[in-house]
């Protein structure tokens, strides 16, 4: 019995039918330009907090008058060199997909 109250709404929902959505497809350029277009936002970010730790690690080991400090600047410097490489990377790998997917690379 209640196996049979289970299945009722099943049932009832066999019954309705819907109607297909109307609009056009995407299509893979469309795919592509839109991640572009947020990796180059996300790369412009990153490029620019890169430099405002260069910065940073600039004036502390400048400013610092101790051999701890100017260590402290000097790591600050080196991590915002390997996160800009890292950034700049990411860029040539997506550029590299991006002609890749979209066929332009190789002609």
Sequence with gaps: MTVATMLVPVAALAQITTTPVQGRGVTISEVMSLLQRFVQIAMTAG????????IWGGVKFMTGDSDLSKNEGKNIIKKAAIGALIILGVGVIMSTLAGIVSRQTFQ
């Design 47 to 54: 490029v620019i907090i890169a430099v405002l730790f260069f």
